[in-house]
């Protein structure tokens, strides 16, 4: 059986990893794309003086 594909997730990568190639993976788009990402993998949000993590991004 086929597992399903979580689209939404799918294109919030996609999107994230375009901006990595222009050279806009640091500003704050690519900052609220990986909010949003990890809201949708169930992570907590973010709180004041928390890190990005980029890796397995």
């Known amino acids: 059986m086929t597992r399903p594909t979580d689209v939404p997730l799918s294109l919030m990568r996609m999107a994230l990893a375009l901006l990595d190639q222009r050279g806009e993976g640091d500003g704050h788009v690519a900052v609220h ?3 949003a990402i990890n809201a949708r993998m169930g992570g907590k ?8 993590d980029n890796e397995g991004q």
Do not use: C, I
């Not at 949000?45 to 990005?52: H, I, S, V, W």
């Open 33 to 35: 794309l990986r909010a």
């Open 45 to 52: 949000p973010l709180q004041a003086g928390d890190e990005l």
